[in-house]
């Protein structure tokens, strides 16, 4: 199977860290993607991170994998308000056609 | 800016009706996906295209169909439409390094 799942809500205070985790069941999945989607809008693509590295920092954003335990999750460090959205989790595997979602986390940040 | 371009941007259809969404890319991305994202999911891959020929589709019925043209617009044709086909639809086209971009969506209602 490609299950992919996340937990549905975080609430953060700005300026702390979020942290949005996400599970996988493919073991073959080779790319693991983080996307931000605002109201009314598409898909951005944050960052991603390929299976056989464990982390990735890109400026505010880290990305831990633990490929044994299939887990993947995204720090995003002084949460501003602007951070406030869904975020989906999102694995591919060799094949590299298409994407499996998880069905997003919706992260509030409160003042 | 992703480049990735649809429309329309909302319509509304009634049961049984058939409806096409487009999608224009960027030039030289030679594959585009289409996924449709049901309210409060992730997005769920329909099919994917790659120099006009469908390589992957994902489970839903052959009344889902694409095309793909040379001139890198793409559309999606749903037939016999149903209630539950109310959805956002996403394009998602990509260069043949794979990063996918996605568009902002069709939303679609069906009454």
């Known amino acids: 199977g490609e299950d992919v799942e996340q937990s549905l809500f975080l609430s953060v205070r700005e300026g702390d860290s979020s942290v949005i985790n996400c599970t996988y069941t493919?073991?073959?999945?080779?790319?693991l993607y983080w996307y931000k989607q605002e109201p009314g809008a598409g898909l951005q693509l944050l960052t991603y991170?390929?299976?056989?590295?464990d982390m990735k920092q890109d400026q505010r954003l880290t990305v831990l994998l633990n490929k044994k335990d299939k887990h993947l999750s995204l720090r995003i460090a002084d949460t501003q308000t602007g951070d406030s959205a869904i975020y989906f989790c999102?694995?591919?595997?060799?094949?590299?056609?298409?994407?499996?979602f998880g069905a997003g986390t919706t992260v509030t940040v409160r003042a | 800016e992703t480049g990735v371009t649809q429309s329309p941007t909302h319509l509304i259809k009634t049961r049984g009706q058939q409806v096409t969404l487009r999608c224009s890319s960027q030039?030289?991305?030679?594959?585009v996906s289409w996924y449709q994202q049901a309210l409060g999911q992730g997005p769920q891959f329909i099919f994917q295209y790659y120099r006009e020929e469908e390589n992957g589709r994902g489970n839903f019925p052959p009344r889902f169909s694409g095309l793909q043209f040379p001139n890198y617009s793409s559309e999606l044709n749903v037939n016999a439409l149903e209630l539950d086909d109310s959805a956002l639809y996403l394009c998602?086209?990509?260069?043949?390094?794979?990063?996918?971009?996605f568009g902002e969506g069709s939303r679609l209602t069906v009454l």
């Open positions: 493919d073991s073959s999945s080779t790319y």
């Open positions: 998602a086209s990509s260069p043949d390094t794979g990063e996918l971009f």
């Open positions: 991170i390929f299976s056989n590295m």
């Open positions: 030039s030289g991305h030679n594959t």
């Open positions: 999102a694995e591919t595997s060799w094949q590299g056609y298409k994407l499996s």
